[in-house]
């Protein structure tokens, strides 16, 4: 039982570039979120899931793409880097949604 | 919309004495609120929920939170503090029974105990 897995843990990109942050969970677990921690402010819902196919907008959704083709999987895609988007990312997962488990985190540095 | 608030950024407290961090939010209807803390280059990890029944929560390594209705408060305790107990907390709510399950969160206090 792996957990949260959230690959890669690094990377660096060049403003204008694409990407995409990978998150994966074994637990069967219906909702997960897509956050990014920023200095004194805390964690910021990007997007949600509340099932496969089903997705919503958080609080800082913009330059941000998410798609939840299964439960598993809830892949975070960067449309064009700003150094904006400089950050740690962090994906959660929950069965009820009354308690998440959160990966380990992708530290980004947009250049 | 739901927030939490944590209006100290850092907490000291020397090893054996009591501690508190601070968290008061606001949301629709029952909160459902949490406690999570986050080590160093570390992802969050669960202390504690308070979802319904007694306002005293306990939770993992010894830590409780206090829900107060009135005062929409949930702060953070722990009787005794130790050195290992220095981290990053992280308080976050959100609407019970109906509305959106993602999880808002505080701005984080960081709580450094000292030997």
């Known amino acids: 039982n792996a957990g949260v897995t959230q690959t890669p843990k690094f990377q660096v990109l060049k403003t204008g570039q694409s990407m995409t942050l990978q998150c994966a969970q074994d637990?069967?677990?219906?909702?997960m979120s897509w956050y990014r921690q920023d200095p004194g402010m805390g964690l910021r819902l990007i997007h949600y899931?509340?099932?496969?196919?089903?997705?919503d907008q958080g609080e800082v959704p913009n330059g941000y793409n998410v798609s939840r083709s299964t439960t598993e999987d809830f892949p975070l895609r960067l449309l064009s880097a700003a150094p904006s988007q400089t950050s740690v990312y962090f994906c959660?997962?929950?069965?009820?949604?009354?308690?998440?488990?959160f990966g380990s985190g992708t530290r980004l540095t947009v250049v | 919309a739901q927030s939490v608030a944590q209006p100290e950024d850092q907490v000291n407290v020397a090893e054996g004495n009591p501690l508190t961090v601070k968290c008061t939010y606001s949301?629709?209807?029952?909160?459902?609120l949490f406690w999570y803390v986050q080590y160093p280059n570390r992802g969050l990890q669960f202390l504690l929920k308070?979802?319904?029944?007694?306002?005293l929560v306990k939770g993992s390594y010894g830590f409780e939170a206090e829900f107060n209705k009135s005062q929409t408060s949930f702060h953070l305790k722990k009787p005794s503090a130790l050195v290992s107990d220095s981290a990053l907390y992280f308080c976050?709510?959100?609407?019970?029974?109906?509305?959106?399950?993602?999880?808002?969160f505080g701005s984080g206090t960081r709580l450094q105990v000292q030997p």
């Open positions: 949301v629709s209807g029952n909160p459902y």
């Open positions: 976050a709510v959100r609407p019970g029974d109906t509305g959106r399950r993602a999880l808002t």
């Open positions: 637990m069967n677990h219906e909702y």
């Open positions: 308070y979802i319904t029944g007694d306002n």
């Open positions: 899931s509340v099932g496969a196919g089903i997705t």
């Open positions: 959660a997962s929950s069965l009820t949604g009354n308690g998440y488990t």
